[in-house]
């Protein structure tokens, strides 16, 4: 199991920036929180139904339609529908979509403007063509990474090619700008703070200092965006990495854990968890090792 | 019509390296002249036959063929073998196949030793199935370049990959080295400077010397690799850019031209062109006008 804070950082490796990442009831859309990146995302429903926000707006996403997010779009999941789900979120580096950034094929189709990347239309479904031969070719490349045959690379680049260019050929992007890009970049940047520094004592009224608008302003803000406080968030993150450090790190001890996570109280941190999960940390702990 | 001496060089732009060149008996294979690059390059007869020539080796090519051109392989077309044909030969930069060489596509597939890119066996075929894939992608890149509608350069892009990952998959490459690198350098040494100084005055003695090889040896090293001799190498060159400028430059005076190609003298001229057209380069000029 990877991090599920970290995990959006890396993009698989450098020599092929690919990575699809797998998310069930036992990896739940929880932990699929708040976050965004210069690169394209496709969030593929394989079974059961999630609901995903992008920029505060709700995507309810049922099986066999697909996602796309978008350069720069604060995304996260908001809901599990059903009991059962599962869904993959395929994250690539722009390399495999075109060249480079003198290429033409990014310069005509992809960042047409200066001022922005070609934003498609985020929910992609069986009922148009172009959403059909997309979703096929989505599918397949999930099926490819699972089982990675000689020249798999290629063929997924293949693939990522072909969505790119039936939704470009479908004209399945927006033309107009929507979004209040100000107050975008200041929640990207507040976003951006949190996940990194989320072990740390985090002093949220002096970061809005920082970037000079009001504290109340910028939670405001944040919760219209990423759908909840930047304090809800932040204890929401820290309580998701305490939770995996207490699955994968076995010999660690649960003060440790807490502390690691940015809990400076472990009464708070105690509470927390029994309110999440009706469990004490040492109690879900032993859950935990039984299953 | 572009410069058939200069058309290897430029092959695109460089914002989508990709050119698709095609030859008719009006463009004749004559004037596809021995040359060498380190890119990949297909060529697919339209109809017809053609034999080309590869470091030395004849393939003839009939209708519904094409010949892989691996990197740093010397090619030329050596005779037409039916009154009508057509041929396109496909270039385009190894950026549209790989992202970087420092992508993992390159390095496990293109490049895979340290030694020597991927070289791939030159005929394909409709006989096996990986030559039928391949022959159909190709020559639907015929015919986007031809349409060029809205994201053809992706859909070309993706039928490159589409004919790596076939010909890899199908191991239709060959492992084992049959070339003489060392006679092949300066083969290719030679014939770089014939092709960009061939309007100047040529000393063949002095460049064999320059390169320290014995005159006799680089004569023929050159033959067999290229076909023929250095000296009627650099003659048909010199003759085919006198025909272009003749059909393209019909201002120009024809001692001009002859100078402009390395011809000094103008009686030498006269006898290549009786030899080669039957006719005087006057004759030959008022001919054309009257095509």
Request: some cysteine; overall charge neutral.
């Amino acid at each position: 199991m990877s991090n599920p804070i970290q995990e959006k950082i890396v993009h698989g490796e450098k020599l092929f920036p690919f990575a699809a990442y797998e998310f069930t009831p036992a990896f739940p859309p929880e932990l699929f929180t708040a976050h965004w990146h210069s690169d394209y995302e496709i969030i593929y429903m394989q079974k059961g139904a999630v609901t995903f926000g992008i920029n505060g707006i709700s995507y309810p996403l049922s099986a066999h339609q697909a996602l796309m997010v978008n350069p720069y779009q604060i995304h996260y999941s908001v809901s599990a529908n059903t009991s059962d789900f599962s869904f993959t979120s395929i994250v690539f580096g722009n390399s495999l979509v075109f060249p480079s950034t003198e290429s033409r094929i990014y310069t005509r189709y992809i960042h047409p403007s200066a001022r922005e990347y070609i934003r498609f239309f985020p929910v992609l479904t069986q009922e148009t063509a172009s959403g059909m031969d997309s979703l096929k070719s989505i599918e397949k490349i999930c099926l490819l990474d699972k089982s990675r045959p000689l020249c798999y690379e290629m063929e997924i680049q293949i693939l990522l090619l072909s969505v790119f260019c039936n939704l470009l050929r479908a004209n399945a992007y927006d033309m107009e700008i929507r979004e209040d890009f100000h107050t975008l970049s200041y929640v990207q940047e507040l976003l951006y703070l949190l996940r990194k520094n989320f072990a740390e004592d985090i002093k949220l009224e002096a970061l809005a200092q920082n970037m000079n608008i009001s504290y109340e302003h910028l939670c405001r803000s944040f919760k219209k965006v990423v759908g909840k406080s930047p304090k809800k968030f932040l204890n929401d993150l820290r309580f998701q990495h305490a939770v995996y450090l207490m699955k994968t790190s076995e010999h660690q001890a649960i003060a440790e854990i807490a502390e690691s996570c940015g809990f400076s109280d472990m009464s708070y941190f105690a509470k927390c968890f029994r309110q999440k999960t009706g469990k004490t940390p040492s109690e879900y702990r032993n859950h935990m090792a039984g299953e």
